[in-house]
Structures are given as structure tokens and as C-alpha cells.
């Protein structure tokens, strides 16, 4: 997949090089129907690099996000309450009591 990154640019610079030096258009028809089979082909390649760079983007996106969430710091808050909540599992075993220390 991580030659895709590199591909679709390529693709899409050819695509245009080729839409400008060759024969993509009839001269005297109009629209759509003036493109020539070569003309199709140029199209056909720039929206398959349009289409490899929104998914490799997404991708990329969507990884970014996921490494976000894990490593996402926890607040002050949080930590507290973890803290407490540890020491208040200690109280409900010994109820509430602590048990004395020998010396």
C-alpha cells in the first residue's frame, strides 16, 4: 500500500502530459463527444490517481486518529478518581477499619 502514495502522483502528472501533448480532442466536434479514445484513456487515468489519493488520504486519516485515541494523556481527574478508587476497594475489604500495625 505505500507505493500507492508514490504511484497516483505519477499517474495524475502523466495524465496531464498526456491530455496536453496528445490527441485528446476532435477539432471541430464539441461536449463530450469530442473526446477520442485517447482522451477517454487520459480521463480514466486522472480519476483513478483522484481516487488513489482519497483513499490513501483517508487512510492516513483515519490511522491518525486511531493513534490519537491511544495515545490520548489522561487528565488530572482521571488519575484521582484511579487513585481513590483504588484506596476506596482497600476500605470495603477491611470496612472501613484499618487493621493495626505490629511494631
Not at 17 to 33: D, Q
Not at 56 to 66: D, M
Amino acid at each position: 500500500m505505500q507505493r500507492l502514495t508514490f504511484i497516483s502522483p505519477v499517474i495524475a502528472f502523466g495524465s496531464v502530459l498526456a491530455a496536453v501533448l496528445g490527441p485528446t480532442r476532435l477539432e471541430n466536434v464539441s461536449g463530450l463527444a469530442a473526446l477520442t479514445s485517447f482522451g477517454w484513456l487520459v480521463v480514466a487515468l486522472a480519476v483513478l490517481s483522484l481516487a488513489v489519493t482519497l483513499i490513501k488520504t483517508h487512510q492516513q486519516n483515519v490511522e491518525t486518529q486511531l493513534e490519537r485515541r491511544l495515545c490520548k494523556p489522561r487528565s488530572l481527574s482521571s488519575l484521582i478518581m484511579r487513585f481513590h478508587s483504588a484506596f476506596a476497594v482497600a476500605d470495603r475489604n477491611t470496612g472501613g477499619v484499618v487493621p493495626p500495625t505490629s511494631n
